[in-house]
């Protein structure tokens, strides 16, 4: 009898119901019912530090295809605590995620995440567990992998934000900022700027000048152009700070009276051009709903390259979009690492040909 578990870790997001649907019943259709159990791990890596968990039948993977959040619920678990004791309740959590490891008599675990959870996976795998991972994260901001799944989802949403506001911003003839998520890696709001049709788009990869946005605005104001909109990633940095030595930048940036980036740069528009400026923050909503039909064939695909991965018992792998193809990266060269924005990319050399400013 193979036992497989399954568990899924950190920010919720579109597909993750799909890619447990095509892990589970590609080895339902291998092994058959009657030498499988597939044990879902419940809350991430709580649930694996806790011993919680269920068996899921056939019959819990149907209908969940479209299901965005994820059935087997999720928590965040940062990596840089796993080896810290809680003294409140006296937990060895790595110890802990062995013994329950061997309780549950898994012969695997397929763990669905994004960087955090990657990190964790990798250091089971070090610590001898048998792991097969897959990227998620609405940010596609994983290494080793062009794409994860739960990105095209929130691109598809926060173009949606955009367009909507197109629509007040012009009737009011006022400079909106759509703030989007990613705090180092602009991914989202460089693919939903364009997308959108944003006149500004600001990424961590960046750092902007306040000066270079505001002539961007007075121009297209100078033009007869009476709106403006402006794609931000939470992570936008202005230059200014972006030059002071890291923990002085997290001591400014702490200071600043306002409740992000967003909210500070519309005051500061407002001020050098005395246009009307307004935030729009759609915040999870970016993680929320039904995964588009490009994360359901995504997350399918995956789904059912992890368990094959599994069959052929290729652990200490993550499953990654290469080209058109799936291919297996290795644990070890995933963990600890962020795909960034290169500021050279042909997206961004295509938005400033398109005349998107990126305040630099």
């Not at 497989?4 to 447990?20: F, R, V, Y």
């Not at 039909?293 to 290729?314: C, F, N």
Request: glycine residues 10%.
């Amino acid at each position: 009898m193979k036992r497989i578990g399954i568990l899924t870790s950190g920010g919720d997001c579109q597909g993750l119901n799909a890619a447990i649907r095509g892990v589970a019943k590609a080895l339902y259709e291998h092994y058959g019912e009657e030498k499988l159990e597939i044990i879902g791990i419940q809350d991430g890596y709580k649930g694996l530090i806790h011993g919680q968990y269920k068996k899921l039948e056939k019959k819990d993977l149907s209908g969940i295809l479209t299901m965005g959040g994820t059935i087997l619920g999720t928590s965040r678990q940062p990596f840089k605590l796993m080896r810290v004791i809680d003294e409140a309740d006296n937990v060895d959590k790595v110890a802990a995620m062995k013994e329950n490891y061997k309780k549950m008599k898994l012969d695997c675990i397929a763990i669905l995440g994004g960087n955090g959870t990657q990190k964790t996976a990798n250091l089971l795998r070090e610590e001898g567990l048998n792991v097969v991972s897959l990227p998620k994260t609405i940010d596609n901001d994983l290494w080793g992998t062009e794409m994860t799944f739960g990105f095209q989802s929130a691109v598809d949403i926060a173009t949606n934000v955009i367009d909507c506001i197109h629509t007040t911003a012009t009737s009011h003839g006022r400079v909106f900022i759509v703030e989007l998520m990613g705090h180092k890696a602009g991914w989202l709001t460089l693919y939903a700027g364009i997308a959108g049709g944003a006149d500004i788009i600001l990424i961590p990869e960046i750092p902007y000048d306040l000066k270079s946005v505001i002539k961007t605005l007075k121009a297209r104001t100078e033009s007869g152009k009476n709106f403006s909109i402006l794609a931000v990633a939470e992570g936008a940095i202005s230059k200014e700070y972006a030059s002071l030595p890291k923990k002085q930048r997290k001591q400014a940036m702490a200071q600043i009276p306002y409740p992000s980036i967003s909210y500070k740069l519309a005051h500061e528009i407002e001020e050098a051009t005395g246009q009307e400026t307004r935030v729009t923050v759609p915040g999870h909503f970016q993680r929320g709903g039904s995964p588009c039909p490009y994360d359901r064939v995504l997350s399918s695909r995956l789904g059912t390259a992890a368990a094959q991965l599994i069959i052929e018992k290729k652990y200490g792998n993550m499953v990654a979009v290469k080209g058109n193809d799936i291919v297996a990266v290795p644990l070890e060269e995933v963990a600890g690492k962020i795909k960034t924005v290169p500021t050279d990319s042909p997206v961004i050399q295509s938005a400033r040909e398109l005349g998107i400013c990126f305040g630099d």
